[in-house]
């Protein structure tokens, strides 16, 4: 089946440093990428939706000068963490659609589990 | 407005017990998808059904089942002879059809511990 990468898988970085992470669709074009959150023992909470070569849509309350996304190509989404803070500090998972998926689950990467000292 | 609830935040049993989960949603949308995921320890979200809203039919797979009712907008998950191997997260989630690329909504989950 259709398979997501998500890279890396965990990340330990220094207060005020940037991290990306990268998230690949591996045998199917990706048209639109998601991007969400999960803090302990919390839900996952969607923080952006990215259509290849176009900007992100970012929900309320999450800063899109600080969570920066690019969507440049139909198989790869990157999610910037710039200048984080140890509140920062959660799961971030992406999942990918291909065109025509709407009969289809969306399919997630294995996470990226971010720790901000 | 969408919405997925789990009331059951933990839920703990022994091995050999059966075990429901259950889901209730809320959307204004008449098409639709609904969605059960399994998040291990280690993260990684399990893809375990989809379902759209056309088709109330349960489903049975394995030691799993799942009832989905339309008219109480309930999608409960049960499992059966529940095994240790079973203790997990589980997320119920729901999104939108007709369009590719809907996210989905997650209902805060359910932590299932299975004991021996």
């Known amino acids: 089946g259709a398979v997501v990468s998500q890279h890396p898988s965990w990340v330990i970085c220094k207060s005020g440093t940037s991290v990306k992470i990268e998230c690949r669709s591996l045998?199917?074009?990706?048209?639109?990428m998601f991007w969400y959150r999960q803090f302990p023992k919390q839900s996952l909470m969607l923080m952006a939706t990215?259509?290849?070569?176009?900007?992100?849509?970012?929900e309320q309350g999450v800063e899109k000068d600080k969570f920066l996304i690019n969507h440049a190509s139909l198989t790869l989404s990157t999610l910037t963490v710039t200048s984080a803070h140890p509140e920062d500090s959660s799961f971030y998972i992406c999942?990918?659609?291909?065109?025509?998926?709407?009969?289809?689950?969306?399919?997630f990467g294995n996470g990226t589990r971010l720790t901000v000292t | 407005a969408q919405k997925v609830t789990q009331a059951q935040t933990e839920i703990s049993v022994v091995e050999k017990e059966d075990v429901t989960l259950d889901c209730v949603y809320e959307?204004?949308?008449?098409?639709?998808?609904l969605f059960w995921y399994k998040q291990p320890p280690s993260g990684e979200l399990v893809f375990l059904i989809r379902?759209?809203?056309?088709?109330?039919q349960n489903e049975i797979s394995g030691r799993y089942s799942w009832n989905f009712q339309k008219s109480t907008s309930s999608f409960n998950f049960t499992i059966t002879a529940s095994q240790v191997v079973d203790s997990a997260v589980y997320f119920c989630?729901?999104?939108?059809?007709?369009?590719?690329?809907?996210?989905?909504?997650f209902g805060k989950g359910t932590t299932l511990s299975v004991s021996s």
């Open positions: 959307t204004r949308d008449t098409t639709y998808y």
């Open positions: 990215s259509n290849e070569g176009s900007k992100a849509t970012y």
């Open positions: 989630a729901l999104s939108e059809a007709g369009q590719a690329g809907t996210a989905l909504i």
């Open positions: 045998d199917f074009q990706a048209t639109t």
């Open positions: 379902r759209n809203s056309f088709d109330e």
């Open positions: 999942s990918a659609a291909g065109a025509g998926s709407y009969n289809s689950p969306l399919h």
